[in-house]
């Protein structure tokens, strides 16, 4: 009745997949002994296959839980490490590598660890068993090993020999069992040797009488027994078919002396087999009715947890995906309809208001002969003509300006940034990488039509850049517009007028000013003067030092001859000698310097460079503001109601150029990328991360929200509980028949 095994292994992998299930454990059978005591061996042996890390240093660090599947209806033997997802390994060899790497992976100054290594093993030659392989325990510790080593191995091998779990505690025949680690271990936690199985390998290694002797347990009694075993494959390396050959010295081996056939001496690997079967089904058998109780327990504590915590609200990776794909499609449903083409309108119509107004201030407020504009008609021909050519290239400023890519980019950029918004929103906070495909997803649609969208916007807006005309209703909102927004930019200019006003201070401000002022007019004097010696020195270039001294850096009383004095003294006498000249040269060049002095010492400690500086701007503020009035009042006149009247009136003419632009343009980018990102988003956002990604993906996806992580490991608690409570009962509803049957 080995189906009670089998049925307990799948029962035991389900409570092992139970995350964070320390209680809840099926007696599997533990490996222990020496270094070198032949436990690899005997495991391979059961196995039928070379599969364990060999070599001298250490080759096990970690637990290896091997569970052996028994398929009988089949040839096809192989590994599988359910933890690392390689799928089936057929060949042996790679079972043995990857078994020898992730014990490697154990840096050295840890040397082992008790986070266990999961391996199946598929074949209709191996019996339905669950083994644990640990770490040999070690007699000397050797130069490298770290002294804690020899414990670290001794309490990993204890907390596996626990209840309800089966030793097999192996010995070499030819060391005293007195010396035996493992039956030292063992008797600590089981000392009536209840579920402890001796194996004694190398028997070929001492005389029969001694090993039978050893087998006969006389010493050392276990209830379990003991049993002797050959496994060394014979002649070296005969890897394939290994346990024919195995078996085969074995066989020959205890056949060949008498001591071995009799009764009371159990031995060989296949007696082995056949008792760790028996001892773990009678075990799990007679184990059923407490797990039975442990899980019901379990059960019992998981449902309520469920129904406080969650009032047994369901909830699953899949409704907790399509959650929040709902929402975020909702989110963007809504943006998308507050975002519309009177939106999209409104912020392109803003940006090429701004590019008008910076073009109007740039050639037409800051021209010194700004007011000729409204004198116009007296003007002479060609200074007309300099005003309309003004206007033709203030006009093409702004339609050649890359209007096209420019109103594109600005959507693209609005919508990338409602985007990244919508991506760093609950529940996508949860999930770096979804944020990261939302916003993926937004630049390979942004990207895929910004190209094609302002090359169509620069295709319809191509005849305005030659000429723009406009009907009468056009102009007067172009008026209109522009009067506006110079309106507008008064009240900005005035508004920093004022603040500047109330952080400096009325007065300290006018004074400043008045310094600034002078200053510039000093400034405009000595530039004059400068160019006047600088075009002297063009006609008579050894008079350097002259304009060394103006420029005060070289001594005064170091004079050269000079004869071009002139220039400092257009208000003195011009008959004086030369010497005379001599003085009045030094004394011009005095004055100079002590009215720059003067306003060195008197007027710097005054004025800080900052306070100069806001002179400065509130000057040019002032300035501006009077422009602007000058321009608004000209736009309400007469002159500019009418449309041939334009060159007088550019502001109101860029004003209307720029609605046209606007409006053109909108409508493209509408078409274009708008709709289409609308229509392709929901679809791109369904397909890369809705439902469609698959039971892992979507897995993935909700565990990384803590919430509901928590809230889907207790409802997989439950669920395998569940499924393990049922399995348990029909095994015990199986049980009682066989009994009654018996019976
Ligand atoms: P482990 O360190 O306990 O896993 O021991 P191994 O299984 O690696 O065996 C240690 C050494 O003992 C190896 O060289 C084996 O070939 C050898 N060996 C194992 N079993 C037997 C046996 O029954 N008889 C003999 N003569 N040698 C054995």
Known sequence: ????????IEIRNILNSIDHNDTLKLPSIVVIGSQSSGKSSVLEAIVGHEFLPKGSNMVTRRPIELTLIHTPHTMEEYG?????????????????????????????????SSKPIELRIYSPNVPDLTLIDLPGYIQITSKNQPLTLKEKISELCEKYIQQPNIILAVCAADVDLANSEALRSSRKVDPLGLRTIGVITKMDLVEPERGVAILRN????????????????????????????????EDAYFRSAYQFSQR??????????????DVLEENMGSNLGSIIKAVQRELDETRYQFKVEYNDQKMSAESYVAESVDKLKHRFKDFSRAFGKPQVRLEIRHMLEQRMLDICAQRYWADPRIHELSQLDSLAEGDRLYWDLKLELASS????????RQTTQRVVDILTRTMEQLAEAEPFNHHPDAAETIKTMTHEILSSRSQATADQVENTIKPFKYEVECSD????????????????ELEMCEEALGKIKTTVGTKKLRKAINYVIEFDREEAKRTQRREEIAKLRESNPHSHLEGQRLFGDSDSESLGEDQHSEDHEGEKDKGSSSSEEKQEHSHSHSHLQELEDELEAVMRPHFNPKLLNKAREALSLRDRALVLKYRLSALKSKTCKSSKNKTQCPEAFLAMVSEKLAYTSVMFIQVELMNEFVFQLPRMIDSRLGVKTGQEAMEKFARENPLVGKHLQLMDRRMKLEEVWERLNYLVRRQEEAKARKW
């Open 1 to 8: 009745f080995m189906l009670l095994t089998k049925k307990l």
């Open 80 to 112: 599988e490490f359910p933890s690392l997802g390689l799928g089936k390994v057929h060949d042996f060899k790679r079972v043995q590598q990857t078994l020898k790497d992730l014990n490697m992976a154990v840096p050295e100054s840890e040397c082992v």
């Open 218 to 249: 006389q010493d050392y009694p276990l209830h379990l027994g003991y049993i002797g075993v050959v496994c060394k494959p014979p002649g070296g390396n005969n890897k394939d078919n290994m346990t024919q050959a195995v078996i085969k010295t």
């Open 264 to 277: 009371g001496i159990a031995v060989g690997t296949g007696t082995l087999r056949r008792k760790l079967m």
């Open 397 to 404: 400023a702004l339609t050649k300006s890359g209007v096209g």
């Open 473 to 488: 209703g056009e102009w007067t909102e172009g008026v209109k517009r522009s009067i506006v927004l110079l309106q507008k």
